[in-house]
């Protein structure tokens, strides 16, 4: 009978579920379970005893008084060294993203506009490019700096460094306002920009800017790709690790002028369609006056790096055009080496993050598949278990794509990356904070969720962050979402008509 | 047919070119129809510069000229959109954000020195003009361009499509250019269809003679020319017309026709002109301010020869003149190419619109130069206010071959004091 057909399905797919909570519980609180029977053993034996057995017992042990003394001397130094050894926990105080000026905006049509009158001699480069924006996820609030703005654009080394000086400062000014951090107080200042790297460096333009200390520990990180924000935080982790009582700061940004591609090789002329503005600016600190305002914990942070294999370090690559134009060149195996990168990746933080049951459903399906049958489908684990939050890097929408699939996410779980493409473009290193800011605009960041951050790179890397919420985030006033934050989620049309 | 914009010629030139839009996206597949009014313009633009001193202008940056923009087109988006056509070939407005072309120049001239020249045609090469098409889709339907002079002084030469709106219109944008960069929240009254179509209930059923139908242009607005058209211009006086010319009403701007049309049918001697075409802002001023064609097109016609008349008579008869606007608006279809401006001799009445409200820092523009591109082979004669209350100036665009003939008739009747060789 057709009506009854669906109806088993249904209550077989319910059951399923119900088999799946009542394993994941188990195996989970396993150490649990296993202390119920024994404390029920032990009280059922006391209660057997009685009380005068028990003092009996206790008054059987001849109890010395060095021995007490050592004993109790053993435990102290134990926890000691314990808690000297532990790594100290790394805050993140509070960060800021930029928001650029109305006035830098770009809409699909006048990038279009654009790109025909600077190509306007080669057609089928122009067709591409509006193939790619159509398809790109990108919305009509993106912006570009403004010698981008010129037919022909005019990137000189001035334009660079204004937008630098635009985007870092406000954030900075942002970050010091929020944090009432005094500029003569900041310890560590790592900056990272991978294609704009002047003499004197970008962190020596900000320390010259905020006069900070002459004793400052400050990094300048470039040419590390998109995931050089995760590479910054790490950076900043093992120093905190080494200088007690400090803070860092951490600005990530991507400057756009210098490295806006002029030529009309096709490959090369996608970053102009998805790259655009932004920047971030992040305090962490490992002190402990800071544990009660900082908003996360960093738990894990996981870097896998797969250059050691050709392929991957060729497919995003910096050269020449036949022209002599310098533009970066993606291969058309981006997709696939991303997803091998993460597999490395998953594949260590993975033991890290996952409960108990997912770890032992995937070894039993590595031991079925080594030793069985090699064709068994490998079991992804289910990530959702470990994080409420994920921030996948907004490279582009196939980016997105792609790890929803290969994670098996929700459309709301991806929602803050799709949204930050559409608002903000590919930020490169400072979209997963974007991507952050949106979570905790909406009013999702509760106390002990655990966010996932994901950055891939050109190199190729994979790089992981783990951050656990220390306090219920509220809505913030201000902030890059602030003014449009009601106007999302927004539906993204696959192809958008131009 | 005006001058075109070239790189390095004459004292104007550095053109950098950019786009300003607006700062809220329009909602995707918002278009804008135009009238039939709308429609007989569009092979004409509107041309409009204000030069601001160097006290006024000299601490102005690019930037600060190009973010009043924003608000602006964020009132009036659909002005910075993009044409596109019909099935049927009807041509309208896409409002997708698409902007206003931003050119920046420099001169080697100081503000002084610039407006030492009395003829202030010279102002055309403030303008960077192009027309729409061949592209239609990726055409501009506004250029803005910013001149520097080399004392600090600043010259904002505007381009406009006439199929959005008329001088009046213009005005009204840049007025609230220049309220926008005074730091004021400015608000544009949004315009529904209803209030740019007008209803005439005396339409005779004759064919409008204020238009002309001309050859097919295709999708590039330029108008057809068998001659090149020179302009010039002068300053005048209302004290010092009415003294010359006496007894011919209050009108200044009638007197005015009245006598420059007899000079051209002067000089024109057997085919003189006895139609002209009056353009004249709306009396009934369709309030409030918004973009759109609401100027009177008025058609005059007489039996006589204009060049034997008296002035009185010429000047009565342009009393009689009749409003063509719902005829014109009946007969523009969709694919048909028409123009307004030329058809026949036109005048064109911009004595009263408030150009020089455009007040930057509390200053009024030293001078403000209005004319219209792609006029026919008629001519035209676009008066616009001066600097003082009193002042006009008067813009002349007639075939080269007529020109120099009609400067004589002019300076013989005592109209230009000054001839300028």
Known sequence: ?498 | MGRVQEEGSGPVHGFRLSTVSSSRPTETGTTHEPTGLDLAMKLHYIKVVYIYSAETARDLTVMSVKAPLFPVFDQISWITGRLRRHESGRPYIKCNDCGTRFVESHCDLTVDEWLRVPDRSVDESLVYHQPVGPDMAFSPLIYLQMTRFSCGGLALGLSWAHIMGDPLSLSHVFNLWARAFAGEKIYSHKTSELERVFQNPNSTGAKPESIKRVDPVGDLWVTPSNSKMTTFSFNLTVKDIKSKFPANGDDVFEILIGVIWKCIAKVRGGSDPVTITVIRPDPNGLKPRAVRNSQVISSVHVGFSVAEASLEEIVKSIGEASDERSKIDEIVDDVSDFIVYGANLTFVDLSEVDFYEAKVLGKSPESVYCNVQGIGDGGAVVVSPGVVVDERVATVTLPGDDIEKVKCEMDKCGLITVLVK
């Open chain 1, 1 to 498: 009978m057709p009506d009854q057909a669906p109806m088993p399905e249904f209550s077989s797919s319910v059951k399923l579920k119900y088999v799946k909570l009542g394993y994941q519980y188990l195996v989970n609180h396993f150490l649990s379970f296993l202390l119920i029977p024994i404390m029920a053993i032990v009280a059922v034996e006391l209660l057997r005893m009685g009380p005068e057995e028990i003092l009996n017992v206790w008054n059987s042990l001849e109890f010395d008084l060095v021995q007490v003394l050592c004993s109790s001397f053993f435990v102290i130094f134990i926890s000691t060294v314990y808690f000297m050894s532990k790594p100290r926990t790394i805050y993140l105080v509070d960060y800021s993203c930029y928001k650029p000026p109305v006035t830098c905006r770009v809409p699909f049509a006048t990038f279009m506009e654009h790109s025909r009158l600077i190509l306007k001699d080669k057609p089928k480069s122009v067709e591409f490019q509006m193939r790619i924006l159509e398809r790109s996820g990108l919305g009509e609030e993106t912006c570009l700096p403004p010698a981008i703005h010129y037919i022909p654009p005019t990137p000189t080394m001035d334009a660079a460094r204004s937008e630098a000086q635009m985007v870092i400062f406000t954030a900075m000014d942002d970050l010091f306002e929020k944090t009432g951090l005094k500029p003569k107080d900041v310890d560590i200042l790592i900056v990272n920009c991978s294609l704009f790297s002047p003499t004197p460096s970008l962190s020596a333009m900000v320390i010259n800017k905020y006069k900070l200390r002459s004793n400052i520990k400050s990094f300048n990180l470039s040419g590390m790709g998109c995931s050089a924000g995760l590479i910054s935080v790490d950076l900043a982790r093992d120093l905190l690790q080494v200088h007690p009582n400090s803070n860092a700061i951490i600005v990530s940004t991507e400057i756009i002028t210098p490295n806006y591609y002029q030529g009309n090789e096709r490959a090369m002329l996608l970053p102009n369609c998805l790259f655009r503005m932004g920047a971030a600016a992040i305090l962490m600190s490992n002190r402990r006056s800071d544990r009660w305002r900082a908003k996360y914990k960093l738990s894990h942070l996981v870097r896998t790096h797969r250059g050691a294999d050709d392929k991957s370090f060729f497919c995003v690559y910096e050269q020449e055009d036949r022209e002599g134009h310098v533009g970066i060149n993606l291969s058309k195996d981006l997709m696939a080496i991303a997803g091998e990168a993460l597999k490395a990746n998953i594949t260590t933080i993975g033991p890290l993050v996952l409960p108990a049951s997912e770890q032992l459903l995937f070894l039993l399906s590595l031991i079925g598949r080594k030793i069985f049958n090699p064709k068994l489908k490998p079991y992804i684990p289910d990530f959702k278990l470990a994080f409420e939050h994920f921030c996948i890097h907004a490279g582009g929408r196939a980016v997105i794509d792609e790890l929803q699939k290969n994670l098996q996410l929700s459309g709301e779980h991806v929602e803050a990356s799709r949204m930050t493409l559409h608002r903000f473009g590919n930020t490169s290193s400072s979209s997963l904070w974007y991507e952050l800011s949106y979570i905790e605009a909406k009013g999702r960041m509760r106390r002990g969720d655990r966010v996932w951050q994901i950055a891939f790179g050109s190199g190729f890397k994979c790089n992981s962050a783990v951050w656990k919420c220390n306090r219920t985030i509220k809505t913030p006033k201000d902030g890059p979402w602030s003014d449009c934050i009601d106007r999302y989620p927004v539906f993204i049309p696959e192809v958008v008509k131009l």
